[in-house]
């Protein structure tokens, strides 16, 4: 079995590159937990870096490296990384945190119809609430008024007895 050189030092600039794209990854992640106050929220993103990086190399360990994961391809992976921190982090994170704001901005756009229609809708609720507490009390009034008209009439009296 013989080494061959070339292809290690192809799946060396492929665990680079793949650690450069992780730290990618988790640094556009930062940029949407730091805008989200809630805690679910930013846990769900931990999880979701957490399970894709281990995805990533074993996709990188099957398809590109054959099956076999090294130690070298593993620092190498390590190394992207922190060249990723590095070099490139404080660099591109006022760009995400940008991004991310133009996006949040965006869907608060796209929901403004939904709150209109919730906010409307609750209005109605509120009403269809009053209007069923009383509509015995309303149906007895419209019926005694259809009964005897004389009683449903205002007179310009305003109160007052002749």
């Given amino acids: 079995m013989e080494i061959d050189s070339l292809l290690q030092l192809r799946l060396s600039l492929q665990a680079v590159m793949l650690g ?3 730290g990618l ?3 556009l992640l930062r940029a949407w937990r730091q805008r989200c106050r809630r805690a679910f929220f930013a846990s769900a993103l931990d999880v979701i870096y957490a399970l894709m990086v281990p995805f990533l190399l074993f996709f990188f360990a099957l398809r590109a490296a054959g099956g076999e994961l090294r130690i070298y391809q593993l620092l190498c992976f390590l190394g992207g990384l922190i060249l990723f921190f590095t070099l490139c982090s ?3 994170r006022p760009l995400w945190d940008f991004w991310t704001e133009m996006l949040l901005r965006f869907f608060a756009l796209c929901l403004l119809p939904f709150r209109f229609l919730h906010r409307l809708g609750r209005k109605f609720a509120l009403f269809g609430k009053k209007l069923f507490h ?3 009390k309303y149906y007895i009034i ?3 008024r259809k009964r005897f008209p004389q009683y449903g009439k205002r007179r310009g009296t305003h109160g ?3």
């Fill in 20 to 22: 450069w794209t992780a």
């Fill in 25 to 27: 990854l988790y640094d």
């Fill in 90 to 92: 404080e660099i591109l």
């Fill in 134 to 136: 009383f509509q015995k």
């Fill in 142 to 144: 419209y019926q005694t």
């Fill in 160 to 162: 007052k007895r002749k």
